[in-house]
């Protein structure tokens, strides 16, 4: 099947008690046993295993062309839950401009554990060759990445690491619909569902899916022992955003062309981040990798934070607030939100400026969105 079928068929057969066609929401948080080491169905505990996240499960590892699929309470919960893959001396190897959680797990968490993480400026895969080391035992891949959009040749990191060494890819921008990282060599994908996946803003959750299956059952023994399940309501919910996320990805591309068209040009806009464009140093990498774009873009304000805050308060469509992937438009100021973890120094080299926003740019209609950047762009 393809994708935008396989979203709303696999793993999700209507059920054969009822006929229903939604799969139900099991709201259990223990299950009767026939006897002795006999459980019914194979079902025992609630944390251990649940009908509705078994069926999201199956659902988000054929949405990434995968064998093995967990999904987690947070895309945290996942990222640790692959960190924990690693022992004391082994090293990590990502880029600079890596989400802000993941930065705080390996610089705030694992690192007090013998885990070290190096990130590098260069995104290329000559850089990725050069860095590694005799302890490097896993690459962590952004691609694109947060906030500033930079683009990672999936195949190219793939064929550059050694044996023994891990490829995860970050795959939460892109979504599944538009990019599958295991078809490019990746050996394992890691999602935030909380985003695209979801895509209404209304629940937390993550997933890891990979076609390995020594690392699916070591990740899904970290998943029971640790306990960072999500509740059967919201494996629902992000099974439910699934089953549009081909239409929305769509609708998401579209408007960011939108957006970015605006923001291009505009004497209060000093650089626009937007690899739809083919001025942006990804362009031909993304258009080889992906089959589409995800509807985000970052700016940098010449005014820095003064114009951002007189920006914000301005904008009647969009919202200010954390977070991407939703139906809705929303504003992100990540040097006092997503990365705020990271030092100021730090920010300030990686290109995190008090002066950068990012957009994730919903599927209201295109012209409400190029209208009220507009407005707000007028009094920054």
């Known amino acids: ?9 696999e793993a999700q057969e209507p059920d054969r008690v009822t006929g229903s066609v939604t799969v139900p929401i099991t ?11 006999t459980p019914r169905g194979g079902w025992e505990y609630g944390r251990t295993g649940n009908p509705s996240r078994a069926s999201l499960e199956g659902a988000l590892a054929a ?31 990502s880029t600079i401009d890596v989400y802000g959680g993941t930065w705080r797990l390996l610089r705030r968490v694992y690192e007090k ?69 295991l078809d490019l060599g990746a050996d394992i994908v890691v999602h935030s569902t909380t985003k695209y996946v979801g895509g209404h803003s209304d629940v937390i ?38 089953k549009t996320l081909a239409v929305r990805m769509e609708r998401h591309q579209a408007n960011a062309s939108v957006v970015a068209a605006v923001l291009r040009g505009h004497p209060a806009v000093s650089k626009v981040y937007f690899p739809g464009s083919t001025a942006h140093p990804g362009y031909e990498i993304a258009r080889r990798q992906m089959r589409g774009l995800p509807g985000m873009v970052s700016f940098e304000l010449r005014g820095g934070r003064a114009s951002v805050e007189k920006l914000v308060a301005r904008l009647r469509v969009f919202t200010f607030a954390e977070s991407l992937g939703g139906v809705e438009s929303l504003a992100c100021h990540p040097a006092t939100m997503t990365h705020a ?5 730090d920010r300030k080299r990686i290109g995190i400026t008090d002066g950068l926003l990012r957009l994730s740019v919903g599927i209201e209609d295109p012209q409400d969105l190029e209208e009220d950047l507009a407005q707000a762009l007028a009094g920054a």
């Open 27 to 37: 709201l259990t948080s223990t299950f009767q046993q026939d006897g002795v080491d």
């Open 63 to 93: 949405a990434e062309n995968g064998k093995h699929g967990l999904a987690f309470a947070s895309g945290s919960a996942a990222t640790a839950a692959i960190l924990d893959l690693l022992k004391p001396g082994d090293e990590v190897l």
């Open 113 to 181: 554990y013998g885990i070290t993480a190096r990130f590098l400026e260069d995104h290329s895969v000559d850089a990725f060759r050069r860095a590694l080391s005799e302890r490097t035992k896993m690459l962590w891949v952004e691609t694109p990445t947060n906030p500033l959009l930079n683009i990672v040749d999936i195949a190219g990191v793939a064929a550059a690491r050694k044996k023994g060494m891990l490829l995860v890819v970050d795959n939460t921008f892109a979504s599944p619909y538009f990019q599958n990282p």
């Open 205 to 242: 959750g993550g997933a890891v899916v990979t076609n390995d299956a020594d690392l699916h059952a070591a990740c899904k023994f970290y998943q029971n022992a640790a306990g960072g399940v999500p509740s059967p309501f919201d494996c629902f919910l992000v099974q439910r955003g699934l």
């Open 341 to 345: 973890a990271i030092p100021e120094a």
């Open 1 to 9: 099947m393809r994708p935008s079928t396989r979203y709303i068929h």
